[in-house]
């Protein structure tokens, strides 16, 4: 008897098969969403950046780099846009780095202040972190002197 198609064994083979290169593959994909936030993270992380050099690019060429804190020197942006500067470097104001120094969707990201001078800006789904060194979140951490250069990092998502 000649009959064309696959018999029971044939077929329990490929689903053997099957079954062990899903569960090969499988937990390769699943932590693509924390990958994907972490790499979401690096970007703000490199937009603060950004905005931090455009900040102090501004305050040399005004020449309040160098003034105290105390003073509470700014420095203009665009017409009539002004950040308060440590140093030559955007200040810890929550406010200034959400409205006027980066353009980031409200409801996916939120930001916060901790002690020390850091602004903080992580997922809005997750909980409020209150140090640096919790995980899914990107910083920045002013500087404390002259000459210093503000600190910036992004902590992995797990």
Same mark, same amino acid.
Request: with cysteine; aromatic share 6%.
């Given at each position: 008897?000649?009959?064309?198609?696959?018999?029971?064994?044939?077929?329990?083979?490929?689903?053997?098969?099957?079954?062990?290169?899903?569960? #090969?593959?499988?937990? !390769?994909?699943?932590?693509?969403?924390?990958?994907?936030?972490?790499? #979401?993270?690096?970007?703000?992380?490199? #937009?603060?950046?950004?905005?931090?050099?455009l900040v102090y690019s501004k305050s040399v060429v005004a020449g309040n780099h160098k003034i105290l804190p105390s003073a509470s020197p700014t420095v203009e942006i665009a017409d009539d846009v002004f950040i308060s500067i440590i140093y030559g470097y955007p200040s810890d104001? !929550?406010?200034?780095? !959400?409205?006027?120094?980066?353009d980031l969707d409200s409801s996916a990201f939120a930001f916060t202040v901790i002690t020390g001078g850091s602004i903080i800006v992580y997922l809005a789904?997750?909980?409020?972190?209150?140090? #640096?060194?919790?995980?899914?979140?990107?910083?920045? !951490?002013?500087?404390n002197d002259v000459g210093l250069k503000p600190e910036f990092g992004t902590n992995k998502c797990y």
């Open positions: 008897m000649n009959s064309k198609g696959f018999t029971l064994i044939e077929l329990v083979v490929v689903i053997v098969i099957l079954g062990i290169l899903a569960v #090969t593959a499988v937990p !390769k994909y699943i932590n693509l969403q924390a990958e994907a936030q972490t790499s #979401t993270l690096e970007g703000v992380k490199a #937009t603060m950046q950004g905005a931090s050099a104001s !929550k406010d200034e780095w !959400k409205d006027k120094l980066l789904e997750n909980d409020e972190p209150t140090s #640096t060194l919790q995980d899914c979140l990107t910083f920045y !951490k002013i500087p």
